[in-house]
């Protein structure tokens, strides 16, 4: 069990986690293509994912070039166990180990995700 920095690899498995989530889902999976993955792990940023036993049970990415959280879940399956604030605060780590400019993100107001991130202190 463990955090790793992601690749490409590991990008069916992300998408299969993306696909799993409860909430802010996408209302096309298509619009999130692999390829938008694999730029934003490569090229524009980082990206982390927790693994159990070979399977990814979250992961989070991060824009360094668009200087923000492009995406952080976790598979339900595995929530509430912390994953989520490991590869948030990894994610964050590497983000101002690189740059001091700020970082933004979005989500839904009211969600799960807006209250993880105001304790995170967002």
């Known amino acids: 069990m463990?955090?790793?920095q992601a690749s490409i690899t590991d990008i069916k498995q992300i998408q299969q986690v993306r696909n799993?989530?409860?909430e802010n889902t996408l209302s096309d999976p298509s619009l999130v293509t692999d390829d938008d993955v694999?730029?934003?792990?490569t090229r524009r940023g980082r990206g982390w994912v927790h693994e159990v036993e070979g399977v990814i049970?979250?992961?989070s990415i991060i824009s360094i070039i668009d200087q923000n959280?492009?995406?952080l879940f976790v598979h339900p399956d595995f929530e509430r166990r912390g994953i989520g604030r490991l590869l948030h605060d990894e994610m964050m780590n590497w983000y101002f180990a690189n740059t001091d400019?700020?970082?933004w993100l979005s989500t839904g107001p009211g969600t799960r995700?807006?209250?993880f991130y105001r304790e995170a202190g967002w």
């Open 113 to 115: 995700a807006e209250q």
């Open 20 to 22: 799993a989530v409860k």
């Open 38 to 41: 694999m730029d934003y792990i």
């Open 57 to 59: 049970t979250g992961f």
């Open 69 to 71: 959280v492009w995406a």
């Open 2 to 4: 463990g955090l790793r």
């Open 101 to 103: 400019k700020l970082v």
